[in-house]
Structures are given as structure tokens and as C-alpha cells.
T-cell receptor, first 114, second 109 residues
Framework: GAVVSQHPSWVICKSGTSVKIECRSL??????MFWYRQFPKQSLMLMAT?????????EQGVEKDKFLINHASLTLSTLTVTSAHPEDSSFYIC??????????FGSGTQLSVL | DAKTTQPPSMDCAEGRAANLPCNHS???????VYWYRQIHSQGPQYIIH???NNETNEMASLIITEDRKSSTLILPHATLRDTAVYYC??????????FGKGTKLTVNP
């Protein structure tokens, strides 16, 4: 069964609003989680590394004030897309791993900004 | 940047073996080779991984060359449900994984 749960599966919002996406590790503690974004017909692009109890590490070109990441517990990381615009419409995917094990991925969140 | 090179697309007949190649000539000694696949609008699904020995599980086999510079994922009896984009990724045990463009495998009836 799924070991990483992501919610919601899809969301439609108006331009200028903020959207929060949750990523949970179901039966293990994850000190690190990863957030990816995927545009149609493209590969997954790593956005940031979410670290429990500390600031996230963002990849080059990803605006940290635009994509707020909070990893307040060992089983939950959230990604908030602030003041969303149509160009932020994308498929967002999180992942986590048990220590020294492979990455498990969530089922993804399709964000559509109108 | 991704450390792997894969053909952009492949076709396979249903019931036949699908052999997906991957080049990773700059792999370092402690990096694993991971294979994931992604069916449209879903999160990537783990298939198999290995360090230097060949590996087999219920889904596939992974053949890694002796110099570790390339590998092949083998789906022994491809079905229509195996149609997906297959990603070969190299990385450490707990590090972030950087995805390349993958191989779009189409299994034909």
C-alpha cells in the first residue's frame, strides 16, 4: 500500500489565492522530504528539499517566497503556493524515504489556477 | 543535471520482454541505480534498484554492467499496463533523486 500520502489530488483555484498541499509519511518518520513539479510532457523537476525542524533547501531558480515549505513534524511536510498564477498550474509531487531506503512518491497534486 | 541517458521512446509487443537501456558513465562508487516508472498523472512508482550486482524482483530484473557505466531494466513479459515513462536515476541512499527525461515505453497488443 501507499507509504506516502499526498492531499489533495487536484485543486482548482482563482489567480491570486494561496494553495496548500500536504505530504505525509504514513508508517515511518521522514526527516527529509522532497518536492517536485512536473509540467505536461516533461520530466519531474526537483523544487526543494524539506528538512524537519529547519529551513527548506531550494533548487536554483525556485522562489522560496513563492513556494513556502513547512516540515513541522517527522511525518508531515506542506507546500504552499502563494498568490498562485496560471503559470503555476502544474503537477506537484512529494517524496520521502525511510533511512537508507528508496524514495517513495506521493500520488501527486494537479493544480489548476484560473 | 541528470546523470543518466536513456532513449526517448521504445516499443514492445505484449507478452514479449522489454529491455530498457540506461547509460550512467559518471556514476560514483557509492551511488545506486534506481528505476521508477510513471503512468500518466500519477506519482512515480518504484521498480527496482541495485548497486553493482544484478537484481530481480516480482516486477523486473536489473542488469548492471561490470564497470557500472550502464544498466538494463528487463520486464520479462510486458503487458499493456506496463505502458509508461521509465526513469533510470543514480543517487545515494538518502539523497534527492534528479530525474532525466526517461524512456516512454509503449506496449502494443
Amino acid at each position: 500500500g501507499a507509504v506516502v500520502s499526498q492531499h489533495p489530488s487536484w485543486v482548482i483555484c482563482k489567480s491570486g489565492t494561496s494553495v496548500k498541499i500536504e505530504c505525509r509519511s504514513l508508517d515511518f518518520q521522514a526527516t527529509t522530504m522532497f518536492w517536485y513539479r512536473q509540467f505536461p510532457k516533461q520530466s519531474l523537476m526537483l523544487m526543494a528539499t524539506s528538512n524537519e525542524g529547519s529551513k527548506a533547501t531550494y533548487e536554483q531558480g525556485v522562489e522560496k517566497d513563492k513556494f513556502l515549505i513547512n516540515h513541522a513534524s517527522l511525518t508531515l511536510s506542506t507546500l504552499t503556493v502563494t498568490s498562485a498564477h496560471p503559470e503555476d498550474s502544474s503537477f506537484y509531487i512529494c517524496s520521502a524515504n525511510r533511512i537508507n531506503e528508496k524514495l517513495f512518491f506521493g500520488s501527486g497534486t494537479q493544480l489548476s489556477v484560473l | 543535471d541528470a546523470k543518466t541517458t536513456q532513449p526517448p521512446s521504445m516499443d514492445c509487443a505484449e507478452g514479449r520482454a522489454a529491455n530498457l537501456p540506461c547509460n550512467h558513465s559518471t556514476i560514483s562508487g557509492n551511488e545506486y541505480v534506481y528505476w521508477y516508472r510513471q503512468i500518466h498523472s500519477q506519482g512515480p512508482q518504484y521498480i527496482i534498484h541495485g548497486l553493482k550486482n544484478n537484481e530481480t524482483n516480482e516486477m523486473a530484473s536489473l542488469i548492471i554492467t561490470e564497470d557500472r557505466k550502464s544498466s538494463t531494466l528487463i520486464l520479462p513479459h510486458a503487458t499493456l499496463r506496463d505502458t509508461a515513462v521509465y526513469y533510470c536515476i543514480v543517487g545515494g541512499g538518502s539523497e534527492k533523486l534528479v530525474f532525466g527525461k526517461g524512456t516512454k515505453l509503449t506496449v502494443n497488443p
